[in-house]
């Protein structure tokens, strides 16, 4: 989706180096998803993650220098969701739970709405539960996309947009994790045994 941000945002304004960029990698990513969903056939690992994000940050740069009606702030807008989650990964991990800031653990988001769904559907296998999981975190993602691009060009409007958005992850997230199972669920064997960190 945010390759598509991207690509639609270059279409917009005529680049097409931009664009091409950007709809390679959305099929490449696509082709990864229809492999990989629900059930995961193929781990993409940092590697890939890493990869994924340098080519994020090299079409943003190549989008925003290239057409100055765009604001800096859109590329930052639309990737709200990746940006506000390691941000407050590595502030819960410091200042919450007092160890590494990159230390991995399974308090990410997705984690704790996996928790959420496997108690409620009491589902004995968790790949059911986690394909269920992915939705709910496209909407995040959908939420930024499509606020994104309305204010495109409005820099003050894009930063009240992610600061929102920040807020709004916060406070979801805090609800989640207010749960009472939360603590017995963290000390689940099968949970590191999966890896939904």
Not at 21 to 44: D, S
Not at 78 to 100: G, H, K
Not at 117 to 146: F, M, Q, T
Request: aromatic share 12%.
């Amino acid at each position: 989706m945010m390759f598509g941000g991207l690509a639609a945002m270059a279409g917009y304004v005529g680049d097409t180096f931009v664009l091409a960029q950007a709809l390679v990698m959305m099929g490449a990513i696509a082709g990864f998803l229809v492999w990989n969903y629900p059930r995961g056939k193929v781990f993409l690992g940092d590697a890939g993650a890493y990869f994924l994000g340098f080519m994020y940050a090299e079409l943003s740069i190549q989008l925003v220098a290239r057409n100055p009606g765009i604001s800096a702030w859109f590329v930052i807008a639309l990737a709200a969701y990746p940006i506000v989650e390691t941000l407050y990964s590595m502030y819960r991990r410091r200042f919450v739970l007092r160890t590494a800031s990159m230390q991995p653990d399974a308090g990410h988001l997705h984690s704790l709405i996996l928790r959420q769904i496997a108690l409620r559907e009491k589902a004995r296998y968790l790949g059911r539960a986690n394909a269920r999981v992915a939705p709910r975190l496209w909407a995040h993602v959908a939420l930024c996309l499509g606020g994104a691009m309305l204010l495109h060009g409005n820099t003050p409007a894009l930063i009240g947009l992610t600061l929102l958005y920040a807020a709004c992850y916060v406070a979801y997230y805090r609800s989640l994790a207010k749960s009472a199972a939360w603590e017995a669920w963290l000390e689940r064997p099968s949970v590191t045994q999966i890896g939904v960190s």
